[in-house]
């Protein structure tokens, strides 16, 4: 530990230390981890074996204008001739509504193109029909061109996770890859433009991107190079174009986190060393509350509050006596109707006061009877007597 430091510079520094191991910790093992596997979605910002971060690099240095699109498909533009949408794998949970099922649909009718993969890609599509999804998990199968058609030009045969008994729900798909049990792969029209349906996104993954014939197939699908935009979905794939889930994608809300640690020890060591100098706060030994917050104390310890009323009940006494000129012995009622007849107090309730006082000191109170209540009253009629004292002194000296 470095020499100079007192005791809270100490706690000071081992406190920050112990927090930044902490902070970095938990980035460690909160950052979620990447996607593989059967759940993982072909996404173009995954460079596992089952994204598709590779074709999508690689069409941008073949000249395509490819960019992700991570905004609703409600804010496509009109298709020019030659657009393309990609939609590989949407994920079950962001299954679209009913504006955006349309919108892929008015993109497609209004002379698009629409590439789809798998079967959740069902939920946007007409015609559509229901069959498995294989294991990706599988190793991809070969499947040959089931006709003659400029997408399967220069590809006779593809790689492809078998799917489930697919079958082509009308005589308007065209199958174009298949093995006689399944279909891999269909087009049909709709409107002015056309869709394709893969039944596995495993041609533009990074693992298979590279296999006989798919690479050929993927080009096929896309036309030539500057046709048109290529919108490449990521939006189905949970990632939305805000600059809140920007951040949260990147570590820049951990560095913001640490940054402001370093901020926080630099403002506390520097207020703690050359901030104002002042003594600290004390209390006075010589404060009347001490004295009776001690008093109480001691009369609470010893269980003698008839103590406390006795010394109130008498000094009351002996002031309103005085005052009245009468003995100090007088009857507690003979003083109580002087009083009142002096004072213009009732009568009554200060013969009761007066008489509970008496008695509370000398034997103490009833089982269960707070004496406060008896001195409050006392100290009541003290205050008065106290008021009506200075105001007979002022009648006097004027």
């Not at 030659?82 to 099922?101: C, F, K, S, W, Y």
């Not at 294991?135 to 220069?154: E, I, K, M, W, Y």
């Not at 005085?322 to 507690?332: A, K, M, Q």
Request: aromatic share 10%; with cysteine; glycine share 10%.
């Amino acid at each position: 530990m470095p020499r100079g430091l007192d005791s809270a510079d100490r706690k000071l520094l081992i406190g920050a230390g112990i927090f930044f191991v902490a902070l970095v910790a938990a980035g460690a093992f909160l950052t979620p981890p990447q996607i593989t596997g059967a759940s993982a979605d072909p996404s173009s910002y995954s460079s596992s074996w089952d994204g598709t971060k590779a074709a999508f690099l690689l069409l941008l240095d073949l000249g395509y204008r490819v960019s992700r699109w991570e905004r609703p498909p409600t804010q496509l533009p009109s298709p020019g001739a030659g657009d393309v949408l990609i939609i590989a794998n949407p994920n079950e949970a962001q299954t679209p509504t009913q504006q955006e099922r349309f919108a892929v649909l008015s993109f497609v009718e209004n002379g698009g193109r629409l590439i789809v993969t798998g079967s959740t890609a069902s939920t946007f599509l007409p015609e559509a029909s229901e069959f498995g999804d294989g294991n990706p998990h599988d190793q991809p199968v070969q499947f040959s061109a089931q006709t003659l058609s400029p997408l399967v030009r220069g590809a006779p045969q593809i790689t492809m996770v078998k799917p489930d008994d697919w079958e082509p729900s009308s005589v308007r798909q065209v199958e174009l890859y298949g093995d006689g049990a399944t279909a891999a792969a269909v087009a049909y029209a709709f409107g002015k433009g056309e869709i394709i349906w893969w039944a596995a996104p495993t041609p533009l993954t990074n693992r298979n991107l590279l296999d006989t014939g798919n690479l050929a197939f993927v080009l096929n699908c896309l036309g030539s190079p500057g046709a048109g935009s290529i919108y490449w979905d990521e939006y189905f794939h949970g990632v939305r174009g805000s600059l809140l889930e920007f951040f949260e994608r990147s570590p820049a809300l951990w560095g913001a986190a640490q940054f402001g640690l370093v901020f926080l020890a630099i403002l506390a060591t520097y207020s703690r060393r050359l901030g104002p100098v002042r003594a600290p706060v004390t209390v006075s030994r010589l404060s009347p509350l001490e004295f009776v917050d001690t008093l109480g104390d001691l009369y609470a310890s010893a269980k003698v509050s008839s103590a406390a009323v006795g010394i109130a009940y008498q000094r009351f006494r002996f002031i309103l006596t005085r005052t009245l000129g009468l003995p100090i012995d007088t009857p507690s009622a003979d003083l109580a109707k002087l009083a009142s007849e002096s004072f213009g107090w009732e009568q009554v309730p200060l013969a009761e006061t007066l008489r509970r006082c008496d008695f509370v000191s000398k034997y103490g109170p009833d089982p269960g009877e707070e004496p406060l209540p008896l001195v409050q009253q006392i100290h009541d009629y003290g205050a008065r007597l106290e008021i009506k004292r200075h105001k007979t002194q002022e009648g006097k000296s004027e």
